[in-house]
C-alpha cells in the first residue's frame, strides 16, 4: 500500500516536498517511481529511485529541480520539487515495481504494480 502526500499550492518560483510512505510488505528490490497527470493529459514519468537510494532517473523537464530520495523514514521516498513552474500543476502519483534493470523503461506506467492515490500540486503563475 503506497500513500502520497505534502501536495498543494504554491507560486511559480516556489517549492514543494512530497512524500510516499510504503507499507505492507517488505520493498527490497523494488523501485518506486513518481508520476504525474495534468489536467486533460495522459499521466506522464518524472523520477524513479531504487529501493536502497543508490540509484536515481529523471524525466528531462524535471532534471535540475526536482530531487528524488529516500525519507527520512525506511519506507518512504520523496521528491523535492524545486523552481516549479505553472506547467508544473499535476496530480502526482508514487508507484511501485520490481525492477532488475534501470532505464527508459521506468516511464512505462504500465509496468509499475502498486500506485498511491495521487497527491495534488497546483503552481500558480
Known amino acids: 500500500q503506497l500513500q502520497a502526500f505534502g501536495g498543494g499550492l504554491v507560486q511559480a518560483g516556489g517549492s514543494l516536498r512530497l512524500s510516499c510512505a510504503a507499507s505492507g510488505r517488505t520493498w527490497t528490490g523494488y523501485v518506486m517511481g513518481w508520476f504525474r497527470q495534468a489536467p486533460g493529459k495522459e499521466r506522464s514519468f518524472v523520477a524513479a529511485?531504487?529501493?536502497?537510494?543508490?540509484?536515481?532517473y529523471y524525466a528531462d523537464s524535471v532534471k535540475g529541480r526536482f530531487t528524488i530520495s529516500r525519507g527520512n523514514a525506511h519506507n518512504e521516498v520523496d521528491l523535492q520539487m524545486n523552481n516549479l513552474k505553472p506547467e508544473d500543476t499535476a496530480v502526482y502519483y508514487c508507484?511501485?515495481?520490481?525492477?532488475?534493470?534501470?532505464?527508459?523503461?521506468?516511464?512505462?506506467?504500465?509496468?509499475?504494480?502498486?500506485w498511491g492515490q495521487g497527491t495534488l500540486v497546483t503552481v500558480s503563475s
Open positions: 508507484a511501485l515495481k520490481w525492477s532488475a534493470s534501470w532505464g527508459p523503461s521506468l516511464e512505462l506506467g504500465g509496468q509499475y504494480d502498486y
Open positions: 529511485i531504487s529501493w536502497n537510494g543508490g540509484s536515481t
